[in-house]
C-alpha cells in the first residue's frame, strides 16, 4: 500500500517563474491538503482539495493555486516565486475531513 | 485564527530520562490535538493524538495530555531512546475547521 507521493523531491526555480507540485494520496483517501513548511518552522496550512473542489484555504495569495482530479491526486501551483516561497511543501491526504494527515515527504522548492 | 505555541524550542536529554513538551492554543472551539514526529529529511509521522473528551491518552513509551480550561496540551516521552532524536510538532484543529495548526517545533536530543 503506497503511502503518499510528491514529486518533485528537488526543484530550483527563479524569480518570477511559475512551478507546479504534484500529489497522490494515500491509497483509500479522497482529500489532499497542502502545506508549506518554512526552516525551522512548523507546517502552515495553503489549502485543502474534496470532491474537486477547494474546500478551505489559509493565508496564501492567490499566487497559490491548486486542483483536484477525479483520481484525487492533486496539484499545487504557485505564480511569479518569489525568495520568500522558498520551503519545503508538504502534500498529507485524510479520508474526508478526517484529522488524522498522512504526509507525504515533501517538495523541497529553492528560488533563486 | 487558532495560535498555537510549543515549548521549548530545543530540549536535551539523557537516555532513559523523560521529556516533557507543552503546547498552549488560543480558540477554544478547538477539540483535536495531534503530535508529529519528523526526524530530518523525512515527513512528518502521526505519533499520537488526543480529542477534547479525554484528559490523557497513553501508547506504550509516549502520553499526551489535555487541559481545556486552561487550553494546554502535553507531550510526555517515557525512558527515552537515541531514536527519539527528531523534531516534534504539536498542532490543534476545531470540528468546524479542516487545518491543522501547528506549533513552531521542538528539536528533541536524546545523548548517549
Known amino acids: 500500500d503506497a503511502g503518499v507521493t510528491q514529486s518533485p523531491t528537488h526543484l530550483i526555480k527563479t524569480r518570477g517563474q511559475q512551478v507546479t507540485l504534484r500529489c497522490s494520496p494515500k491509497?483509500?483517501?479522497?482529500?489532499v491538503s497542502w502545506y508549506q513548511q518554512a526552516l525551522g518552522q512548523g507546517p502552515q496550512f495553503i489549502f485543502q482539495?474534496?470532491?474537486?473542489?477547494?474546500?478551505q484555504r489559509g493565508n496564501f495569495p492567490d499566487r497559490f493555486s491548486g486542483h483536484q482530479f477525479p483520481n484525487y491526486s492533486s496539484e499545487l501551483n504557485v505564480n511569479a516565486l518569489l525568495l520568500g516561497d522558498s520551503a519545503l511543501y508538504l502534500c498529507?491526504?485524510?479520508?474526508?475531513?478526517?484529522?488524522?494527515?498522512?504526509f507525504g515527504s515533501g517538495t523541497q522548492l529553492s528560488v533563486l | 485564527g487558532e495560535n498555537v505555541e510549543q515549548h521549548p524550542s530545543t530540549l536535551s536529554v539523557q537516555e532513559g530520562d523523560s521529556a516533557v513538551i507543552k503546547c498552549t492554543y488560543s480558540?477554544?472551539?478547538?477539540?483535536?490535538f495531534p503530535w508529529y514526529k519528523q526526524e530530518l529529511g523525512k515527513r512528518p509521522q502521526l505519533i499520537i493524538d488526543?480529542?477534547?473528551?479525554?484528559g490523557e491518552k497513553k501508547d506504550q513509551r509516549i502520553a499526551v495530555t489535555l487541559n481545556k480550561t486552561a487550553k494546554h496540551f502535553s507531550l510526555h516521552i517515557t525512558e527515552t531512546q537515541p531514536e527519539d532524536s527528531a523534531v516534534y510538532f504539536c498542532?490543534?484543529?476545531?470540528?468546524?475547521?479542516?487545518?491543522?495548526?501547528f506549533g513552531a517545533g521542538t528539536t528533541v536530543t536524546v545523548r548517549a
Open positions: 488526543i480529542r477534547s473528551n479525554v
Open positions: 480558540d477554544s472551539a478547538s477539540n483535536y
Open positions: 498529507a491526504s485524510s479520508l474526508g475531513a478526517g484529522e488524522k494527515l498522512f
Open positions: 491509497s483509500g483517501h479522497d482529500t
Open positions: 498542532a490543534a484543529s476545531k470540528k468546524s475547521d479542516y487545518k491543522l495548526s
Open positions: 482539495y474534496y470532491e474537486e473542489e477547494e474546500r
